[in-house]
């Protein structure tokens, strides 16, 4: 590992250690050469023998340099010293997505659209490089003070061609696409299902597949359906629901074909909420169930915890789909074949086409011709009740139309009113506007203490406060981070109330004053006054300086110090009479 101060290539000053992942150590330097800050990743040791992973160390720096995209990191320089291979890297001060959302539990939708959008741009910019990211996750994603998202991480980066890509499954098991995990083709694709499911954490505060076992939950993105966002937070728009479920299904080709897809469709999330611009597949549950032979176990083992499944070729499995169908349109045929057949014994049976009645038929058939009613339905009452359970109850026997309106007598996602009371029949398809409660119009306060003083504002802000700040000293809390806040975290306030958020200086500092030839009691009546304290007293014998009179302080007088420091000074004894030796009191 560098040490903090020493210099690396002659150029970059070691600041100190930031963060650590599994193959590398990242610190903060400064470079001396441009004079500014940057970040230095650095290759453990531990795995300088290994060739395959000084390969993949030096593709993040191949796969990133040549691309130039705000919201990806940059890569500077690449380099080797001695037994130190590096890659100087843009310097993010922020937080990695991950402890984002573990910090507030869930983003809004629309806190989650612009952050997708930002990660979706660095992913078309990487893709129209033909570079393939194949490990989007939280963790990999920094969100800045300001706001900014920026994409880091393509230490696995594949650069597309038009080549196969069959090497063994890469990528973090929660967010792995079902074809990464069997370590099949993967391409732009693969990195819009990982995104698909990083937008349902952001959107729900958790995973759709999770255990504590890699293979069991590879397994599941092969096999299981998602369960809708909406069935674990209300009041999603269903536009996004459906991006969502577009992004992360099973069949590549049912996904967005491109970044710039997904782009175009989040731009439209809340213009038009009922998503019915999204093309979305039928989710259909017939994933075949998998079966894994002891190889192919120990296999997956050993590639932490993901499906390698690569000894079936693609052209089985586009023959296996033509096969399938194939077979649904054979049964389609068939089934319509005896229908009909049916149909035509049932008539013979009952004599309908025997001599004679067949004009009484027809002629009966004429007079009776009438336009059929329109079915009549029941209105029922959805007041009270959430708006997903009146969507279930009303089925397909009415269109419906959702309104929002904040509500300080319902709970967020419960119907508030409806446009067409209980009780009443109307024609079936018949429009029913269900106004929803979007929640009190009273908001809860985040909690912003520890928060930068940048961050703390814009989380604040975000929720519709408006921000007054303070700033006092502080030796307890970093200078720029937030001490406290009122009214406090936690309470609800209503929209545009203003937050105080009081943010340290740091430490406070005093000057220390020049206590020399002053009195004992003198020094002690200064120092409290400088708001120090007096150290230790040490005595020795001076001809200049009178007895119990500071000869000198431990600390130079001028120097700014932390409140409470301690000076320690030295007292005179007077001349020396005779040749004895100085004593020292505490």
Known sequence: MLETGSLLSGRYEILKHIGAGGMAEVFMAKDRKLNRYVAVKVLKKDFLEDEKILSKFKV??????????????????????????????????????????RRVGKLSSKETVDVTIQIAKALQCAHANHTIHRDIKPQNIIISETGGVKVTDFGIAKVASSNTVTSTAIGSAHYISPEQAKGKFCDEKSDIYSLGITM??????????????????????????ITPPNALVEDIPESLEKIILKCTMKKPEERYQSAQELIADLQMVFDDISGEYVGVAPIVDNSPTIVLSG?????????????????????????????????????????????????????????????????????????????????????????????YKAKEMIGSDLKIERKSETSDDYDEGVVIRQSIESNTEVDKGTTIVLTV??????????????????????????????????????SDVKSGEVISQSPKGGTRRESGSTITITVSKGESLVSVPDLRYESLSSAKAELKAAGLKLGSISKEYNDVVDQNCVIRQSIASGKEVSAGTAVGIVVSLGPQATDTVGTTEE
Request: aromatic share 6%; hydrophobic share 35%.
């Open 60 to 101: 993040e720096a191949q796969a990133v340099a040549g691309l130039n995209c705000s919201n990806i990191v940059n890569v500077y320089d690449v380099g080797v010293e001695g037994d130190v291979n590096y890659i100087i890297m843009e310097l993010v001060d922020g937080l990695t997505l991950k402890e984002y959302i």
């Open 200 to 225: 349902y954490e952001m959107v729900t505060g958790q995973l759709p597949f999770d255990h504590e076992n890699g293979i069991t939950v590879a397994l599941m993105h092969l096999q299981n359906e």
């Open 295 to 387: 190889k192919e176990l120990d296999d997956a083992q050993e590639h932490s915890g993901y499906v390698d499944d690569s000894s079936d070729d693609d052209e089985g499995n586009g023959m296996s789909a033509k096969m399938e169908r194939l077979v649904v349109i054979l049964a389609a045929v068939v089934g319509a074949i005896i229908i009909i057949a049916i149909v035509v014994f049932v008539i013979n049976g009952s004599g309908l086409f025997k001599s004679g009645t067949s004009t009484t038929v027809s002629a009966t058939t004429e007079t009776e011709k009438t336009t059929e009613k329109p079915k009549q339905i029941a209105v029922e009452n959805y007041v009270g009740i959430t708006y």
């Open 437 to 474: 409660s979007s929640g009190q119009s009273t908001i809860e306060v985040p909690n912003v203490v520890g928060y930068s003083q940048t961050s703390a504002t814009k989380t604040l802000s975000n929720k519709g406060f408006k921000v007054s700040v303070t700033t006092e000293n502080s």
